[in-house]
């Protein structure tokens, strides 16, 4: 099963925006997929370093007040080398590495769909043999 983390402090309005944006993501690829959610960097932090997700979504600005920039800098030097994908205000984008942006002042479920797409594909061709 395809496993996604995301790291948002703001759920009451993120969570089904993420939700449709994979669901659309996934219509081709139709394969069986889980989101597990967490609010806080500390989260982010513990969850990132378990290596069972093939995805990882992470907003900037955390409860905690934990930057998800941060927090991807030490899931990379702890050699998780898995997608991250970093929301956050384009303007102020710091330099993490191997890392996709998306624009949160201006997202767009369907942009994001399309860029999270691939890595729904290449879960399935990994669990079909394709």
């Known amino acids: 099963m395809f496993s996604i983390l995301v790291a948002e402090d703001d759920l009451k309005r993120w969570q089904s925006v993420y939700e449709g944006s994979f669901a659309r993501a996934n219509r081709e690829s139709g ?9 806080t960097g500390a989260g982010l932090l513990e969850e990132g370093r378990t290596g069972k997700y093939g995805l990882i979504v992470t907003d900037n600005n955390m409860e905690d007040n934990v930057k998800g920039v941060d927090v991807i800098r030490n899931l990379r030097t702890s050699g998780i ?17 191997e890392t996709e942006y998306i624009d949160k002042s201006d997202f767009d479920n369907f942009v994001f769909a399309e860029k999270v797409r691939p890595y729904f594909e290449k879960a399935r061709d990994q669990t079909t043999g394709g």
């Open 31 to 39: 394969i069986d997929y889980q989101t597990r959610y967490v609010t």
């Open 81 to 97: 080398d898995v997608p991250i994908f970093l929301i956050c205000d384009l303007h102020k984008r710091p330099d993490v590495g």
